[in-house]
């Protein structure tokens, strides 16, 4: 039983004087003038009629391969630091490439990202950079994964820029 969103053009929508308002069916999303939505191919969607002025669509679609996602993992990264200090998480791609994943995990916060075995993420201090912990994925396929970040976490405690350095 999906629920249908259906754009309100200029200004109306979700209740907000554009008539129709949220329920348990439909969803009207509030957008201003010149502003989209961007959703993938599984949600089922629609426009009410244009009764004055324009309607201009930007359409993109992007035609990528359908990836197994029984593989998945659900990861739980949990800022446990005993410093009260936010990390910022990364995703380490197969290169070495740092990928941002989140940015500020406050002390006592949780994230859910979901990944896949062996990946491997990356945390580091918000203020001053440095290596808090890297962590591998374990979880099997279709498992859970909990890591907790503290600050006794297995990272080296080095700012990229030092590790640049050792490597030349």
């Given amino acids: 039983n999906k629920k249908k969103m259906v754009g309100r053009g200029g200004g109306g ?3 907000r004087g ?3 308002g949220n329920n348990t069916r439909y969803f009207y999303p509030f957008l201003r003038p010149g502003h989209g939505l961007v959703h993938d191919k599984t949600l089922w969607h629609g426009i009410t009629k244009v009764t004055r002025g324009v309607k201009y669509s ?4 992007f035609d990528e391969p359908e990836r197994d996602m029984s593989s998945q993992v659900s990861v739980y990264f949990n800022n446990v630091r005993v410093s009260n200090r936010s990390v910022d998480i990364f995703w380490q791609a197969e290169n070495g490439v740092l990928k941002a994943v989140h940015s500020g995990l406050g002390p006592g916060e949780k ?5 896949f075995p062996n990946h491997v993420f990356v945390a580091r201090d918000s203020a001053s950079g440095d290596v808090v912990g890297t962590y591998s994925v374990n979880a099997e396929a279709g498992g859970n ?3 907790s970040i503290t600050d006794d976490s297995k990272g080296d405690g ?3 820029e030092e590790e640049e350095e050792e490597e030349e």
């Fill in 111 to 115: 994230l859910l990202q979901i990944s």
């Fill in 58 to 61: 930007l359409l993109f679609f």
């Fill in 145 to 147: 994964e909990l890591i």
């Fill in 13 to 15: 929508g979700g209740g």
């Fill in 18 to 20: 554009g008539g129709g």
């Fill in 158 to 160: 080095k700012k990229a």
